[in-house]
Every structure is written in C-alpha cells, then in structure tokens.
C-alpha cells in the first residue's frame, strides 16, 4: 500500500470543510424538499410570500456555502497530494524505476477520498439530528403547517457518496499528473521551483525581503488558504452579529461557530506548512546568526497581507449576501428589518482578527524557534 489509511487521516482540515459544507447544504436543501411538498397547503398571502422567500434562501446559501466550501476543498486536496509526492518522492522513484506505472502507483491515492467521506457523512448525520430544531426555527411565526423532518436517500447519496467518489477520482487523476515527473527528480526529492527574475537586475534588495518574496511565491496554494482563512473570520463573524436582528440568535451562533471552525483550521495548518516546508532555510539562517525575529518575519510576515486581502474580501462578501437577501429575497416578506453596513461590527471583527491572527503567528513563530538544527540538516 502506497498510501495507508492514517495518510487519509491526516487530511482533518478537508474532513472539516467538507462536515460544515455538508452541515448546510443538509439543513436548507432537506427542509426546502420537505416544504415543496406541503406547498398548496400553504394559502395565505404572508405565507405564500414567506414560502418563496425560504425556498429561494435555501438554493441560495446551499449554492453560495457549498460551492465555495467544495472549492475550498479541492485546493487543499490537490494540495496534500502534491505535499505527499514531494515528500516521498524516493519512495515513489524506486516504485517507478521497478517498472510500475504512474496509474498503478496513483490509483492507491483513492483513500484520500476518505477524508470527504467522514466529513461529509459526520456533517450530514450531525445536520439530520439537528433538523427538528431547524424546522421550528425556521417556522417560528407559524405561517406554514407543521412540517415532519422526513429522509431523503437521493440527497444522502448526492451529499455524501457523490463527493467522496469524486474526490477520490480526482486524487487519483491528478496523482497520475504529478508522477510523469522523471525518476531522477523524485529520487533526489527535486521541488518544482521557478525562481522569476526582476527585470531590474540589481542585487541592492536585502535578502530578508527577497526571502520573503521567494517564500510566499514558492507557496502560492498557502496564500489562498491563509485568504480563505480571513475571509471565513471576516464574513461570519460580522454576518452572524447581524443574524442577531435579521433571524435568531441561534442562527447567529451556527454561523460563527461554522466559521470560526473553518477559519482556525485553514489557518494553522496553512501556517503550519510554512515552517514544515521551510524548515531548513530556517536553520541556515540560524547557522548564519540571523534572529530568531529575522527567521519568523522572513518565513512568515509576507502572508500577513494577503490575510487582511482575504478579511476585506469576507467584508464585501457578508454585506452584498445580506444587501441582496433582504432587499431581493424578502422583499415581499413584511417586518424584515432593513440592513445597512455595520461599521461597528466591522471594527469589532477587525480588532478581534488582528489578536487572533497575531496570536496564531506567534504559535507558529515559537515553533521556529523550537525547531531543532541537527535533525532538520539531517533530513
């Protein structure tokens, strides 16, 4: 076996991405089925208005959550199995140079579909258990009949099996795609690296900034993952502070907790790549006397813009969804609260990143620190 089973385990951060997506789509996409069917049931005009606006939220937040969540997901699965490649890449050269093929060592790469099978089963199971009480919440003015939370086992299949499948294939088609590289590159663990050189070619920029350069541009998957992390923090943190006023608290409370959750996620195991991935730059750069600041700020200070890239990004985002369900979805709803820009909630956000992003920078600064010289020149 090329890849075990606790290779698959290693990949939580896909797990949780795939349960909150799953999580979702689970609640709105059931409940809008269940309605559907109770819909010449509904006459009143509030109702009518109200059935229409529910259905349209569901497609919407289904869309939107899931579509940006399974994104998501793919990167970081495309990521990890390149991480695998470049990690064993001797391993993965003595298999070719035996005769294997690239297919014939890829196809093992199926048990990273796995990782979405557990998220996306334990977001489904977890989101079935919580219907009842969404179903209430979502009928809380008590203008639809009373709606029983029934199973669907097409939705299952599509939420659960049809993810796990897909990713499972993908690991395997683009395992294929990276093995094509020559046996002599993976045996030596040679990282595909294209240095871009300035037009300007003057070595007056000092080496911190121009490691910190090469470091994001060696990287750039990190980046997106770092922005995903903001951006998740930004927009559900402020949009579940306006939930307070536009829906219920305990809408409010799912949507932070879902967000704080991926937010966390990503951005620990983006930064923790960061200094696995750089491990022996940093301890050149200790050999050479640099400071223990030096070697933190050059590995990871040049993510920290793209971080507050990705928190005005998830601002822009939390506003426009709920500018547009209030004044597009619910227009026709009566006693739905008008919604404007809330600058405080933003300053709010913004402090409460900045010590939480800074805190997360610091953790992963004392695992520079902490890294030992001897092993690290060794491997």
Sequence with gaps: MIVGMKDALKLIGISVIACCAVFVCTLFLNYNIDIAAMKNEITAAGGVAMYNAVVSTGKVVAAVSGGCLAVTSVIMLLFYVKNYIDTHGKELGILKALGYSDFNIAKHFWVFGLSVFVGCALGYAAAFLYLPGFYELQNADRLFPEIKVQFHPALAFILIVVPAISFAALAVIYACFRLK????????????????????????????????????????????????????????????????????????????????????MTLFLSLSSVVKGNAKTIAMMRVFGYKHSDCSGAVLGGYRPFSYIGFAIGTIYQYALLKIMVTVVFADVENIPEYSFDFKACMITLILFILTYEIAMYVCSRRIRKLPLKSVMLT
């Design 181 to 264: 590289t020559p046996v002599l590159d993976l045996l030596k663990e040679k990282r595909e690296y294209k240095a871009k050189v300035s037009k300007n070619k003057t070595n007056d920029m000092p080496f911190l900034k121009e490691l910190t350069r090469s470091t994001v541009r060696g990287r750039k998957s990190l980046v997106f993952f770092i922005m995903f992390s903001a951006f998740c923090f930004s927009a559900m943190v402020q949009m579940s502070i306006s939930m307070k006023d536009l829906s219920s608290e305990t809408m409010a409370v799912m949507i932070m907790t879902i967000g704080l959750i991926l937010a966390f």
